[in-house]
């Protein structure tokens, strides 16, 4: 079974910075890593195939530092790596990050086959959880989201068995391979990496394509040319001013927290005329 692993570096989101004059992320003021929920989607890969056997492949799409996201996956346990990097890729939402990553799986199913896709829940970074389910529905195969158990998969039957995530707690899903699946980062736990496995790593180096590589890539739908999102503003979230004790009965309660939110209220509509 050959088990295929999306995967992006991202920013340290717990370090990074919001530049003021340009509102957007200042990715230089933090270390670049594996997104947090791709390194369960490796492990995950890791795991199942050591009980159906085959191999896993890491795919990622970014600048030439990306290699260092891909390394971290072959010391979890990926046995090859592909990056796809090429300034006509640069500024890329998730429609046009989705459809570079599908050309690039298209070419890898004309060599090798894809039998499982496997995406972390979202990036860190954006946080929209869109580029999965959107590589699936290019592909046309079932996306199944929000996974925290592949229970069981029939390799020769061609179908497998997850349980995903829900409001209410989890459903138990049944569908036929390929599917692409969105992980929770409950799905595992990321192991340790073995002493080989780090050595590997560190000497390894993924295969690098550009836009050239691949095959009847429609350049606009690339970058920035196919990319419709616009980011008008950023900011960095508030730092909680604390908790707020309200005595009295609860008709007196009821009554304090109206107030409190309808003065919430207003000040978020001054500042919205204001922007």
């Known amino acids: 079974m050959h088990i295929l692993v999306c995967i992006k570096q991202v920013p340290d989101t717990k370090i990074i910075k919001v530049n003021p004059k340009t509102n957007t992320l200042d990715r230089s003021s933090a270390p670049a890593i594996l997104n947090p929920y791709d390194a369960h989607a490796v492990e995950e890969a890791v795991r199942l195939r050591k009980i159906y056997g085959g191999k896993v492949t890491v795919l990622s799409m970014g600048p030439p530092q990306a290699r260092n996201a891909i390394r971290k996956c072959v010391e979890i346990g990926a046995d090859e790596g592909i990056l796809i990097s090429d300034r006509r890729f640069a500024g890329a939402d998730t429609l046009a990050t989705s459809y570079a990553l599908f050309k690039a799986v298209e070419k890898i199913q004309k060599t090798d086959g ?29 996306p199944l989201t929000c996974v925290i158990r592949v229970e069981d998969v029939d390799v020769e039957n061609r179908t497998l068995k997850v349980h995903r995530k829900v409001e209410e707690g989890y ?13 929770e980062k409950e799905i595992n736990e990321v192991s340790w990496a073995p002493l080989p496995n780090m050595i590997r790593a560190a000497r390894y180096e993924p295969s690098v394509w550009n836009v050239d590589d691949l095959d009847d890539v429609d350049i606009k739908q690339l ?9 008008g503003k950023m900011w ?26 309808m003065k919430e209220q207003e000040l978020f509509t001054k500042a919205g005329r204001k922007n």
Do not use: N, W, Y
């Open 236 to 261: 960095p979230p508030e730092k909680s001013k604390g908790a707020k004790m309200i005595s009295g009965d609860p008709a007196d309660q009821t009554v304090a927290v109206m107030k409190i939110f």
């Open 114 to 142: 894809v039998d499982l896709i496997l995406c972390g829940k979202h990036a860190i970074d954006g946080d929209t959880g869109q580029t999965g389910p959107g590589v699936a529905r290019r592909l046309g195969i079932p």
């Open 223 to 231: 970058g920035l040319k196919g990319s419709p999102t616009i980011v």
């Open 171 to 183: 459903e138990v899903i049944a569908s036929t391979l390929p599917s692409l699946l969105t992980v």
